[in-house]
């Protein structure tokens, strides 16, 4: 597999802990991501994947612990600033405008880097114009990318499970994000909607050269696809290393097993 180019660090997580009440979800958490990589969190349900990626995109503060993103330390983030950062996201369940089309879904992620003021976007005016023209072109590149021209125009909500996540990866994308976070990009697919949604995840992160951290259950794509893997079990980091060396983790395979620890 093609190893990222850097070594530098795009994300780094410092003994993170979050609790909702008595259950802790996170608990002294640490890892990084490297620029350019594809790096899979993986764990048995509850582990705390999900929360992570919250923590990481601002949704949910955490009680302790720091995240640095490109060189800045927080604490906390807010989702405004993490995806005007350059941090996009899909989500477990599939959030789209289930009523508007795939086309609209794609151009909504643009929204967000949208200069020119509202008002001027609605008298479609100068300068405000010529970066609507802009948006589109990227969005139709994005389409074009994503081999989804046959349903531009479909409501996403007549969809198949499978391009819904797809078009839901499009409005991701359309952030031009720096780090794309995918929680569960194939869940409930079948085994050719999973191919292809792991080619694409392999392209964007070629093409685009874009850092992707992948939350999956399917073992063997998360092997197939990551650089490195870090393994949640309840809210604790148990493993952390390359496909192969986790893999083989005496712990790893315990929790997954469900031995009791
Ligand atoms: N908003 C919330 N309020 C209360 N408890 C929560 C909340 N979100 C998560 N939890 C709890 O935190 C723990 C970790 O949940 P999380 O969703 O992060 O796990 P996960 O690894 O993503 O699991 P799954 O594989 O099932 O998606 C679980 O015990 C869950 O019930
Ligand atoms: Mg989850």
């Not at 405000?128 to 969005?139: G, M, N, Q, W, Y």
């Amino acid at each position: 597999m093609r190893m990222p180019d850097t070594s530098e660090i795009l994300l780094l997580v410092q003994g993170v802990s979050l609790a909702f009440g008595g259950v802790k979800a996170l608990r002294d958490v640490s890892f990084d991501i490297r620029k350019g990589e594809i790096r899979a969190i993986i764990g048995p349900n509850g582990a705390g994947k999900t929360s992570m990626l919250n923590v990481i995109n601002g949704f949910y503060h955490p009680n302790h612990g720091a995240i640095t993103f490109k060189g800045q330390t927080r604490a906390q983030m807010q989702p405004f600033e993490a995806s005007r950062g350059g941090i996009a996201r899909t989500f477990q369940n599939v959030a789209l405008f289930r009523g508007m089309s795939a086309l609209d879904n794609i151009m909504a992620g643009r929204t967000l880097r949208m200069r020119r003021g509202l008002f001027l976007q609605m008298l479609r005016y100068g300068p405000a114009l010529a970066e609507e023209i802009e948006h589109r072109h990227r969005v139709e590149e994005i389409i074009d990318f994503l081999e989804i021209e046959a349903i531009r125009k479909v409501p996403v909500a007549r969809l198949p499970y499978g391009l819904q996540k797809r078009v839901e990866l499009g409005r991701a994308l359309a952030m031009e994000p720096d780090l794309l976070l995918l929680d569960e990009p194939m869940a409930g697919m079948n085994l050719e909607e999973k191919e292809d949604m792991s080619r694409f995840i392999v392209d964007v992160n070629n093409h685009y050269g874009t850092t992707i951290a992948l939350i999956e259950h399917d073992m063997a794509v998360v092997m197939d696809l990551s650089h490195r893997v870090a393994v949640l079990d309840h809210g604790v980091k148990i493993a952390d290393g390359t496909p192969d060396e986790v893999k083989k983790n005496q712990g790893v395979i315990d929790a997954y097993l469900g031995v009791a620890h």
